[in-house]
């Protein structure tokens, strides 16, 4: 099971290779290696599905940001509504899309694509369709905006 001092040294040594990490912490913003990675992160991205059960989840970690007074990170958090299934309502879609641009989140609306629904490695040029691709581009966009905003620590030193 990944702990705490566990991601801290996989994170030390991965930032020796690679300017940019991903890191997937689940859906549990109380876990406590979650909250190791949060105390590390330039930019949080916040999946939902296009739904108001996931719609819901999603504003429960955003509002869990700003009770435990991360609103550093949640300036620099972003919500993705993402279509997995093909089926979600557009209507309903807009609304969620708007209620968390009514907060101060940046949203992008990733459309169903087949190609993302198995999983695994995804060869964006060829096995994505070009909407879903410019829309993931987006995605990428708004969090690289975020990595020169986040101020540096108490030490003086730059994000990481």
């Not at 990490?21 to 330039?42: H, K, P, Y």
């Not at 994505?128 to 905006?145: D, E, H, S, Y």
Request: net charge negative; proline share 6%; glycine share 6%.
């Amino acid at each position: 099971m990944l702990d705490p001092a566990i991601y801290r040294e996989a994170a030390l040594r991965l930032d020796h290779h690679f300017a940019i990490s991903v890191i997937d912490c689940g859906s549990s913003m109380e876990a406590a290696v979650t909250q190791e990675v949060l105390r590390d992160v330039d930019a949080l991205i916040v999946v939902s599905s296009p739904w108001a059960d996931g719609a819901s989840a999603a504003a429960n970690t955003i509002e869990w940001l700003s009770d435990y007074g991360l609103t550093g990170l949640l300036r620099r958090s972003i919500v993705v509504l993402n279509d997995s299934d093909g089926h979600a309502d557009k209507r309903t879609k807009s609304l969620l899309a708007q209620e968390f641009i009514d907060h101060g989140q940046p949203v992008v609306e990733v459309p169903f694509d087949p190609h993302l629904r198995p999983g695994g490695v995804i060869d964006m040029s060829h096995e994505m369709a070009p909407t879903t691709r410019l829309k993931i581009l987006q995605v990428a966009a708004t969090v690289t905006a975020y990595f020169a905003s986040r101020p540096a620590d108490a030490h003086g030193s730059p994000p990481r």
